[in-house]
């Protein structure tokens, strides 16, 4: 597990503190990481970034998504089933079927 993520940016390595990422989001060969209002992209596998983050702090919730629990504000469950996580600031990501549970029990309700 890593406390920072490095960004390579025309010549440079930024470090990126993985507990300042709000959600992140699978794009064909690369993740884009979402912090606030800037969007970082990083050409690795979303799975291969899960691997590196830490499973008391991030949740995969889909298989193109993956949630800083810190951020997530809440869970809205709709009549025909669907969930969505509801981050702080307002970003609203579904929850792939195969996930609920483990979303559930990671937010505390149980399975």
Do not use: M
């Amino acid at each position: 597990r890593t406390d920072r993520l490095p960004l390579w940016r025309n010549g440079r390595v930024l470090f990126l503190e993985t507990e300042t990422i709000d959600w992140i989001d699978a794009a064909h060969t690369s993740v884009h990481l979402y912090v606030g209002k800037t969007v970082h992209s990083l050409r690795r596998s979303i799975t291969h970034v899960e691997a590196l983050l830490d499973p008391a702090r991030f949740l995969r919730i889909h298989r193109c998504s993956i949630v800083n629990l810190k951020r997530v504000k809440e869970l809205l469950i709709q009549n025909d089933g669907r969930y969505w996580v509801v981050l702080q600031e307002g970003q609203k990501l579904p929850v792939g079927r195969s996930y609920r549970d483990r979303v559930r029990q990671a937010l505390g309700l149980g399975s």
